[in-house]
């Protein structure tokens, strides 16, 4: 559909102000950098 473009759009280019029109109140976004990630990949499926 085209209104999924529109909303990905919103989304990440204002995403703080789309998040708050969907709850109906103002929140804090926590930002994700990629040194907080584990360096190890993540196998939940691998059995051991």
Not at 3 to 32: C, H, M, Q, R
């Amino acid at each position: 559909m085209n209104f999924d473009n529109i909303y990905k759009v919103l989304a990440e280019n204002f995403s703080s102000d789309f998040a708050t029109w969907l709850l109906g109140e103002p929140i804090t976004l926590t930002k994700l950098s990629p040194k907080a990630l584990s360096l190890e990949n993540i196998r939940a499926d691998e059995s051991k």
